[in-house]
């Protein structure tokens, strides 16, 4: 996408023979041919085939990224074993909320968040001490559960409460040198993934409006059934060092918009009910909706967030850490004439159901991206409230100068509040009001 996790030790014929298998099983995904022409084969490819048009049998095809669940650093390996890559004694490399920035010691009492203190450098051009990025160099000797002398820190800015506030440029630290739209730390904290549950495989994208409820794209659940599981308050996939926990929960059932076409993805809309409610926090908080048949006006700078690839094709590289990318909301007259000049031909008519943005090249949603959030602001600059006006649905391929299609929420704002009170939930829950 333009738009955690310590790696498990293998030995050297382990590494290949699993480089082989993943070499094996993307070259047969790539010769996978679908199964309707013109707009379902231009879905299905830049998708890999996540529109349900499968056989129930083969729930595989729609995952890619994979997502380990890491043993935590203090479980892995004693702190006295940490010690810094530049080899300076008397340093150990812990998560950034275990070291006191004052005393420069390791503490457990997690009194320290890093806000005002840690600044993250994303440029290849530096020389760090630790390796990871998330970890700093403690020099001092450990403290056990105490904090004595409290640390002053930095006064937070506002943030306002209730639904769709982002923490822009994120929670805990700053991040200076991103050169991949990489998102802060918490910066949109609707952002949930959906992880196949036999092995963790990331599939799809999509949005928390109620403690219990996802809404995302019909195209990444239909017929999935129970079949994966729902993971809030990620951001680098391959590590768990952040200083707030992910959470994880089952799914107790999906409902898929009655009009939902699987041919052209027309009304691609569903609602994913948890077993639990998820733990609303910075890290963790639900977006606000749109009034029903609202519409962005032409031109506003909306976001988009997920963990996609970076370009379309075998080449592309899922993205590690979150991404965010801004995208201009395209007239829905503008847009059904770009995509006229595509392989789509000059008969295509686009849907009501979906809204358009983006059209900028270099700039844009991917594959692994379905069912990601596209957010617009509204209410006060200094409040950096959000609505959710669409859900990345398709596209012709990634990075062109040809806006992508999303689901239009607004559109399906009534049927979203019919559910919610179908199944005993408030919608109360996605309303700045």
């Known amino acids: 996408m333009n738009t955690h996790h310590t790696m498990i030790s293998v030995n050297a014929k382990q590494s290949f023979l699993i480089l082989l298998l993943t070499v094996i099983w993307t070259k047969a995904l790539a010769q996978q041919q679908p199964v309707d022409p013109n707009l379902i084969s231009v ?14 049998s083969e729930p595989f095809n729609r995952g890619f990224g994979h997502i380990v669940t890491p043993v935590p650093a203090s479980d892995a390996e004693p702190l006295a074993n940490f010690q810094s890559i530049s ?31 840690i600044d993250l450098r994303f440029s290849k051009n530096d020389d760090p001490v630790c390796d990871h990025f998330l970890d700093v160099c403690c020099d001092g000797a450990r403290v056990h559960n105490e904090s004595l ?13 209730g639904c769709g506030i982002r923490n822009v440029g994120g929670i805990d630290f700053n991040i200076t040198g991103a050169d991949d739209n990489e998102a802060g730390f918490g910066e949109f904290p609707w952002t949930v993934a959906l992880l196949l549950a036999d092995n963790l495989t990331y599939f799809c994208v999509g949005s928390l409006i109620h403690p219990r409820v996802v809404l995302t794209a019909a195209h990444c659940v239909n017929n999935l059934a129970n079949k994966f599981i729902v993971r809030a308050g990620e951001w680098d996939t391959q ?8 959470e994880e929960r089952e799914v107790r059932s999906t409902i898929i918009h009655p009009n939902f076409n699987i041919r052209n993805v027309a009304n691609d809309f569903a609602l994913v009910i948890v077993n639990a409610p998820f733990t609303l926090g910075d890290h963790i908080n639900v977006i606000c909706l749109p009034s029903q048949n609202h519409t962005p006006r032409e031109g506003t700078i909306c976001y988009s967030s997920g963990w996609g690839k970076d370009v379309f094709g075998a080449e592309g590289r899922f993205s590690a850490i979150m991404k965010r990318v801004p995208l201009p909301i395209v007239e829905f007259n503008s847009c059904q004439t770009q995509l006229r000049a595509t392989r789509l031909g000059p008969r295509f008519a686009l849907d009501r159901s979906f809204i358009c943005a983006g059209g900028q090249a270099g700039t844009d949603t991917c594959v692994g991206d379905g069912g990601a959030p596209l957010v617009c602001g509204i209410g006060l600059p200094n409040e950096n409230r959000y609505h959710q006006s669409g859900i990345v649905a398709w596209g012709i391929g990634c990075k062109d100068a040809i806006p992508a299609v999303y689901a239009h929420v607004g559109s399906a704002r009534a049927w979203i509040d019919e559910q919610m009170l179908a199944n005993g939930f408030d919608p109360s829950s996605y309303s700045p009001n």
């Open 239 to 246: 590590t768990i060092k952040e200083r707030l926990p992910y």
């Open 149 to 161: 002398n409290p640390t002053p820190q930095e006064e937070r800015p506002y943030r306002a409460t």
């Open 43 to 56: 879905v299905n490819r830049v998708f890999n085939n996540t529109i349900n048009n499968q056989r129930s």
């Open 87 to 117: 080899g300076r004694s008397q340093c150990n490399c812990v998560p950034y909320h275990m070291c006191d920035p004052t005393t420069n010691t390791v503490t457990e009492d997690g009194s320290f968040d890093g806000f005002g203190l």
